[in-house]
């Protein structure tokens, strides 16, 4: 369940990272039917073993990996604590098993009363953080067959590479939907692209955390009036192919009462890696 804010210290940029493609509403909870990725059967005489791809470790701390590298140049940090530029994205990181001192960092990197976005951090904040949101998520990582024979010669025609002229729209188009957090220079993440219609947006998604050997496909997103069309799949499909193209595993994240969401992406080659929490706090 998602515990809003007051207003004044709220806004749509600062919610949930999840994406809701096709702008469809949650249709309940609940893991029905989906293939847990990395699991093995316990071996005679042992417990339970559950192991994940050995190069999927990265994305036990997605939002740490990125900025520790791919996205160090947009990133701030203090000691033990590390976060975006405030034009890029809300989210912070810690490490898992963080003390005291690790919190105090990001406090002073963040700033009294401001808002700290744990992304799916399972460690603990002090007592006194006040709670913003919780919300029930997994994270899903592409096993899709990545030979280049697997994907189109050429690029859909349709589709277009959006960048800092389209700003405006690509703003716009998620306060209309709602897809997650996006801000000014969200795009400055990584490769977003588009479909118009009339020349005007009314599709997109693109790349955001990009731990190493990895890149996370978010803000999936379409207009209402454009929806029912394929394009989110189509977006998708096409990020995919670029992602691949460079030698990089697309993965995601989404609610887990987003099951229209969940369903689309595992048609896509999508499989659920491990169920997650996120969660944001106030800091004092």
């Not at 989906?34 to 005679?44: D, F, K, L, S």
């Not at 955390?209 to 379409?222: D, F, N």
Request: aromatic share 6%; with cysteine; net charge neutral.
């Amino acid at each position: 369940m998602l515990t809003r804010v007051p207003p004044e210290k709220h806004d749509a940029t600062r919610v949930s990272p999840l994406d809701a493609p096709e702008g469809g509403s949650p249709a309940g909870a609940g893991d029905h039917g989906t293939r847990m990725v990395g699991r093995v059967r316990p071996e005679a005489g042992k417990g339970q073993h559950v192991v994940g791809l050995r190069d999927a470790v990265a994305l036990d701390d997605p939002v740490g990996e990125s900025l520790r590298g791919h996205h160090g140049h947009l990133a701030r940090r203090l000691g033990r604590a590390v976060t975006y530029l405030p034009a890029v994205a809300t989210f912070s990181a810690i490490p898992a098993e963080a003390d005291p001192a690790a919190w105090a960092d990001l406090a002073a990197l963040l700033g009294p009363g401001e808002f700290a976005d744990m992304f799916s951090c399972p460690a603990a904040p002090p007592s006194d953080w006040d709670p913003v949101f919780v919300l029930e998520g997994r994270q899903m990582i592409w096993v899709g067959d990545s030979r280049p024979d697997r994907f189109p010669a050429r690029e859909d025609p349709g589709i277009v590479e959006l960048g800092a002229q389209d700003v405006p729209e690509m703003l716009g188009l998620v306060e209309r939907t709602r897809p997650g957090p996006f801000r000014p220079r969200t795009h400055e993440l990584g490769t977003y692209l588009g479909v118009r219609d009339g020349g005007t947006l009314v599709a997109m998604t693109g790349e955001r955390l990009r731990p190493p050997g990895w890149t996370e496909i978010s803000a999936v997103c379409t207009a209402p009036e454009a929806r029912g069309r394929g394009h989110a799949a189509r977006l998708v499909r096409a990020l995919i192919a670029r992602v691949v193209a460079r030698g990089e595993r697309p993965f995601l994240h989404v609610a887990e009462a987003n099951t229209g969401a969940i369903a689309l992406y595992e048609r896509l080659g999508f499989e659920t890696r491990k169920h997650v929490t996120f969660r944001g706090f106030r800091i004092p």
